[in-house]
């Protein structure tokens, strides 16, 4: 059983609707493809190239760069109490980090404490290998100043920082 009375000619409505568009779109590419359309084409093609190697080259310049992996601590000799500044730590190397004067496994990161016996601050702080670094339990003091250090060692006011800055420079005579 078919159903409806109007269906054969919505069917052929169907089928021009499908059609037309169809034979629309083959006019346009037939007329429309010239000498400027394949420019056109042919420059966004070149400049997606172009813009995938900068990005790649950016990207690889980037995964190049050693300062992207160096990670520059100030670590601290346990031996010999030497400190490192700015020390490079070889990709994929773990603590303690081999010291390169003695050859010894014994560099650690420390922490800075800025402040003096005195209660003042320091411009150089004195560096403190904390003991839950080194597995030990208990606080860490500092030898210089005896106040507890702890992991991101808070500087002391920053009144007493520019004091200690001030004190520091030279004098004019
Ligand atoms: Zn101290």
Do not use: H, N, T
């Given at each position: 059983m078919t159903k409806g009375v109007g269906s054969p000619a919505r069917q052929s409505n169907l089928m021009e609707d499908l059609e037309q568009p169809a034979a629309k779109k083959r006019e346009a590419s037939g007329s429309k493809i010239s000498g400027k359309a394949i420019f056109s084409i042919a420059a966004s093609v070149i400049s997606v190239i172009v813009l995938s190697f900068a990005i790649w080259s950016m990207y690889s310049n980037y995964m190049n760069d050693?300062?992207?992996?160096a990670w520059t601590p100030t670590l601290k000799d346990v031996e010999t109490g030497e400190v490192f500044e700015q020390f490079s730590v070889a990709r994929g190397s773990n603590m303690p980090y081999r010291n390169p004067k003695t050859g010894k496994n014994n560099l650690y990161p420390v922490e800075a404490c800025y402040w003096t016996k005195e209660g003042k601050a320091k411009m150089t702080p004195t560096y403190v290998i904390l003991n839950s670094t080194l597995g030990k339990p208990g606080k860490t003091t500092c030898p210089d100043c005896g106040r507890t250090v702890v992991m991101y060692n808070p500087r002391p006011p920053e009144a007493l920082m520019k004091a200690a800055w001030e004190s520091e420079q030279p004098k004019n005579k």
């Open positions: 050693p300062r992207r992996a």
